[in-house]
């Protein structure tokens, strides 16, 4: 089994409800990276619940990746 990143970029978050519910990190512009699972994406913001169950949002201009770990058989 291996592992395998997809990246979004800002132009691939907005309005992807494929995000929701799914434990990802992102990379603000500052380069903070942030860990957490995606409670709600809008057309402009994004909101990430970390593991202390502290709520965060980030808008699109904040953001300059998000990326998530897939596990692949391969």
Known sequence: MGKRQIIYRPAQIGGNQALVNREVNLV????RVWHGVV???GSSEIEL?????????F?????DKIYDEVITDY
Not at 59 to 63: A, D, K, P, Y
């Open 39 to 41: 409670t709600s994406v």
């Open 59 to 63: 808008t699109l201009e904040q953001i």
């Open 28 to 31: 603000t512009r500052e380069l």
């Open 49 to 57: 619940k970390d593991a202390r169950k502290g709520k965060h949002t």
